[in-house]
């Protein structure tokens, strides 16, 4: 069985200090969030990641903080962003009903 920690993933955001799992025991230990971005650097999902980043860093992470209302998808113990529709989301102009991408989060809490 491998080994993971948690380390400081993005910390610049007003609301919100983001952490990532490492898997400690690899030749060169990578983030599991940037495993997950760089998957989708150079293929035709790559749009769908750059909406993910910006929900994490502008959204949640600079202008609202991390309210109950992006942690609405519940799946397998985890939070999977983004969020499913919502009133609220909606106003926002958020809208991922038909999102082909989910990275999977635990939220510590609000802010």
Not at 11 to 16: C, G, L, P, R, T
Not at 52 to 66: D, F, H, Q, R, W
């Amino acid at each position: 069985m491998g080994s993971f920690a948690l380390q400081l993933w993005d910390d610049e955001s007003n609301y919100v200090t983001y952490y990532s799992v490492v898997k400690l025991d690899c030749d060169v230990p990578v983030m599991e969030v940037d495993l997950f971005f760089n998957r989708f650097n150079d293929n035709e999902y790559k749009e769908f990641a750059e909406d993910i980043l910006y929900l994490l860093i502008e959204t949640i992470g600079i202008k609202y903080g991390a309210v109950d209302a992006f942690f609405n998808r519940v799946e397998n113990k985890a939070f999977a962003l983004p969020p499913k529709k919502s009133d609220w989301l909606e106003s926002l102009k958020l809208d991922y009903l038909h999102f082909p991408l989910r990275l999977f989060a635990y939220r510590i809490n609000e802010i």
